[in-house]
């Protein structure tokens, strides 16, 4: 059984809009962006849901508002920047960068990422991709998925082929695919070096130092549907986390 599409909320659409506008350059950076109202028209929505799109866009940094002239576009430093807070956040990199297929999702045999998903045997679901923003690589990630997983996936164009280049994210096909959704992740951060398929990928000189980023993701029920391994180009990724204080 394939679960029903969700509902994405209203600010959160308007939210990608605009980012994707910003990062592919479309305000210049002198002129104002388009006030709430003129926003909310557009997208036929509230100026408050505007407001909250616009929130997200300044914690992130790509805005900043100037009194008494309107809301600017920060001038970009050529990296991939983005603000990670839920899943949603997550599956949100489809709005403004692209998946390279380097090795199609096929069967594997890898003891070490099947004893993280806790699996009775050492047999995998693997692919290989890169992300690219503006053409550009930024990450380079090895997803493991159990097999159970990959057969409620069924057969996916985006994953079929080396070279496919789509928008999709994985997390965002299981989401749709899976009987329980996706409900939460695991993150832990590490520095490596690049070496391999990982230092030719992102066009790295080998033994490079570089971000490597471990997602787990679970399922509604605590299972783990997926584990994403990930290495992120030193000049063309910024990560920043949103921290907010519990209030009482």
């Known amino acids: 059984m394939v679960a029903a599409k969700k509902t994405e909320p209203a600010f959160r659409r308007v939210y990608n809009d605009l980012r994707s506008q ?20 557009q997208h036929s929505v509230s100026r408050q849901t505007v407001r909250r799109a616009f929130q997200d866009l300044v914690v992130e940094g790509l805005v900043f508002r100037v009194p008494g002239r309107g809301t600017f576009a920060t001038p970009s430093n050529g990296r991939y920047l983005r603000q990670f807070g839920s899943v949603e956040d997550l599956m949100a990199l489809s709005a403004d960068s692209e998946m390279q297929v380097l090795v199609p999702l096929s069967a594997a045999v890898d003891p070490a990422a099947a004893s993280r998903l ?24 090895s997803v493991y ?3 159970m997983v990959k057969a409620q996936l069924g057969d996916v164009k985006e994953l079929a082929a080396s070279g496919t280049v789509s928008q999709v994210t994985v997390i965002g096909l299981l989401d749709q695919a899976l009987d329980a959704p996706i409900q939460d992740a695991e993150q832990s951060i590490t520095v490596a070096t690049a070496v391999g398929d990982v230092a030719a990928g992102l066009d790295l000189p080998p033994n490079t130092p570089l971000l490597r980023v471990d997602r787990m993701y679970f399922d509604t029920n605590g299972i783990p549907v997926e584990l994403a391994i990930s290495h992120f180009h030193p000049d063309r990724y910024s990560y920043r986390v949103h921290l907010r204080r519990n209030v009482t």
Not at 30 to 35: G, I, M, N, S, Y
């Open 22 to 41: 910003i990062l592919s350059e479309q305000f210049p950076a002198d002129e104002a962006l388009p006030t709430e109202a003129e926003i909310g028209t």
């Open 118 to 141: 806790r699996l009775p045997d050492d047999h995998v679901v693997k692919a290989t991709f890169l992300r690219l923003h503006h053409h550009e690589p930024f990450s380079h990630t």
């Open 145 to 147: 998925l159990p097999p």
